[in-house]
T-cell receptor, first 112, second 111 residues
Framework: ETGVTQSPTHLIKTRGQQVTLRCSSQSGHNTVSWYQQALGQGPQFIFQYYREEENGRGNFPPRFSGLQFPNYSSELNVNALELDDSALYLC???????????FGPGTRLLVL | SQQGEEDPQALSIQEGENATMNCSYKTSINNLQWYRQNSGRGLVHLILIRSNEREKHSGRLRVTLDTSKKSSSLLITASRAADTASYFCATDKGGSEKLVFGKGTKLTVNP
């Protein structure tokens, strides 16, 4: 157990809808990173938040957006869902931007 | 983009045997990390090796790093059925892309 929690665990949406995924970081961690993992692939970096500011972004379109709150929990929002957005979404928290990342159990999103 | 490439893609061994997984990457790195993932759930951090280190141990795990060849290996000694999982290497280049993962090696340890 890493102390990182994510909700919901599973989610089914239809194409064009919007989704919000949530992540609570481990106590004392001020950095949250989000990853998308398609079936049979390794995780791909979406973006990172450090002290409520975006601190790096991967190759994902603007319809993927995020937020970090003063308590360092975080949200990932995806607008205009596409079938290819079906994946496991992982968040990871860390003590700082270059520190070891501790992953939550993930949210499995299915887009129909 | 995927920087790390694990080899083999799948590995099946008997309990008690050693398992070796390799990772190759393309550009200079600050550190390389190995993670384990059970059944498509969250990743568990195993070990981090910095670019100026050559070898690191943690329990039954041994990681080596060869920056001249841009490769790393993970050795699990005396494997157990509970080691059955997918293993990923991830590189940290220190830039905005943060951790870059490979596609993983699926390890099956047969009792």
């Amino acid at each position: 157990e890493t102390g990182v929690t994510q909700s919901p665990t599973h989610l089914i949406k239809t194409r064009g809808q919007q989704v919000t995924l949530r992540c609570s970081s481990q106590s004392g961690h001020n950095t949250v990173s989000w990853y998308q993992q398609a079936l049979g692939q390794g995780p791909q970096f979406i973006f990172q938040y450090y002290r409520e500011e975006e601190n790096g972004r991967g190759n994902f379109p603007p319809r993927f957006s995020g937020l970090q709150f003063p308590n360092y929990s975080s949200e990932l929002n995806v607008n205009a869902l596409e079938l290819d957005d079906s994946a496991l979404y992982l968040c990871a928290s860390s003590l700082g931007v270059a520190e070891t990342q501790y992953f939550g159990p993930g949210t499995r999103l299915l887009v129909l | 983009s995927q920087q790390g490439e694990e080899d083999p893609q799948a590995l099946s061994i008997q309990e008690g045997e050693n398992a070796t997984m390799n990772c190759s990457y393309k550009t200079s790195i600050n550190n390389l990390q190995w993670y384990r993932q059970n059944s498509g759930r969250g990743l568990v951090h195993l070990i981090l090796i910095r670019s100026n280190e050559r070898e690191k141990h943690s329990g039954r795990l041994r990681v080596t790093l060869d920056t001249s060849k841009k490769s790393s290996s993970l050795l699990i000694t005396a494997s157990r059925a509970a080691d059955t999982a997918s293993y990923f290497c991830a590189t940290d280049k220190g830039g905005s892309e943060k951790l870059v993962f490979g596609k993983g090696t699926k390890l099956t340890v047969n009792p």
